[in-house]
């Protein structure tokens, strides 16, 4: 027999029991489908986390009051003192501090919004402009909080997209607007750019006014909630580290960093614990890689098992009519290959399609990688064809007589 | 020219043994219309694999054509299957779902046959057993005799020097089994050598010779058994 008839036989074979065939390539596409699925988001959330950490920056330092683990010190617990706003302009503007590029001082707090009939629980943060640079915070309209709004205690705002939202419906245009924020009216002059839903903190989800009036007008304190830092590169993240540390420790008038009522945390003890984190992702990844395939392989192994085992009559019979070994084996070899690939192409539509519209529901960043496509398809089709292989060789070397008697 | 020399088939179940054939030998000349007969389970069928090709004896030597089959290897007997003899099962063994006409294409696709000289050759047999009418129905849309007819077309379509038939009239009605023994007889006429398992006495009738079997041992083999039937039938009629 020629190949291209072989192939023939083997197409007309398969379309003959439609439901037997139809039974074998379900297992394959599932099989296919759910490990390519798993794993696209296993890498999608692994994504997702290394997206977040890349978002703050790398050279990003915030010095917290108190007592906060971080990497310069440790901070005593219930400290007295606590962190100003002339704490930060000494940092911008001491002569001992040269790895510094940028600094924002920050006072947040929940507050009731309202405007109109509509009201909203939302974090209000007291910001200057450096606050845009440095956290990487853009308008979509309008314009950011500028250094006349913080000399002169202005009461404007700047609106998250998801308070705009909240507050105005979507796709409103609040610029010029008022909103009160506890009982005070602010005009709205700025929208950010949303940076996405997802994460630790919505960052959507936040009011900007000048520092000066959410201090003084707004919330009465003297003190900041954090303080961040932009050092002039990833390089010098320690010696900054070490030249803010030792500014504060003097301005406080402590002599033991054991004292210490701040603590400065860098993005380097953000990464470090990220890349645990990631290297938690990689192992639970392959972990759901390995289950998924041995799951699936072990579904496509039973179909081709039983469908195989069940033409044995069928395999005596072509014995019984003088098919060779060969020509036997090659058939039913071939019958797997098509069922594997066609199976094998449609799991992986399925697969990719199904993760597809998963990360879009759970907002997760659609990764899918040629690796595990490569994998998914390598190894159940090589156990599809193994096992589709195994028996019709097992049931060839049969007396046809024996195999015709099969039940 | 069949040689049967002390065939010999012993199954093994557990600890029991069962001698399904017990040390057979004959002959059968090229030409020779033959039927084997027996009470059930006497061994017919075994034989009739065995020389068909489907099994192996357990001891003894089957001798086809000058060729002993035991030094053959499995491609060989595969060959010797397709284009040497025709075998008709009890139980028809066709391919399910399929057309008659592909069914009777089958062995020729095995030896080879191109493929515009199949459909010809399988559309003759298949009017040749009486069904130009139901070529393309499958299997399952046939009746008994039907599908015993698709067999016989099936074992015919290499025109195969030895035909061998278990029960070929076993499954159908006897006014079927009357048809399928005149195209036996048409075979035989033209040189086929044919031999037949079966256990009616009137089908029996149209061999020319009997070959009895009883607990897997040959107990009678001969002309003079077709007067003894005969005499047989009269008394009980």
Redesign the interface.
Known sequence: MEYQEIVEEAFATLSLNKLRTGLAMLGIIIGIGSVIALMALGQGSQKAVANQIQSLGANLLTISPASQRGGFVQGGAGSASTLTYADALAIENSSEIVNVERVSPEFSRRAQVTTGGKNTNTQIAGVTPNYSVVRKVEVSAGNFITDRDVSSQTKVAVLGPQVVSDLFGDNATPIGQSIRIQGQSFRVVGVTVSKGGSGFQNQDDVIYIPLTTAQKSLFGSTSLSSISVEAKSEDVMVAAQDEIGYLLLSRHKLSDPAQADFSIFSQNDILSTASSVTGTFTTLLSGIAAISLIVGGIGIMNIMLVTVTERTREIGLRKALGAKKAVIITQFLVEAIILTLVGGLVGMVLGIGASYIIAKIISLPFAISLISIVLAVTVSGGIGIAFGFYPAKKASNLQPIEALRYE | MIQVKNVSKIYETGEVETKALDNVSFNINDGEFVAIMGPSGSGKSTLM?IL?A???PTSGTYILDGKKLENLN??EL??I???KIG?I?QAF?L?P??TALKNVM??M????VP?KERLKVAQKYLEMVGLSDRMLHTSNQLSGGQQQRVAIA?ALVLSPSIILADEPTGNIASTQAEEIMAIFQKLNKKGHTILMITHEPDIAEHAKRIIHLRDGKLVEDGNGHKQKIAAVKSKVI
């Open positions: 694999h068909g489907l099994d192996t499995d491609d595969a060959d299957r397709n284009r075998f099962f063994n391919l779902r399929t089958i062995p696709m095995y030896a080879g493929k099936r």
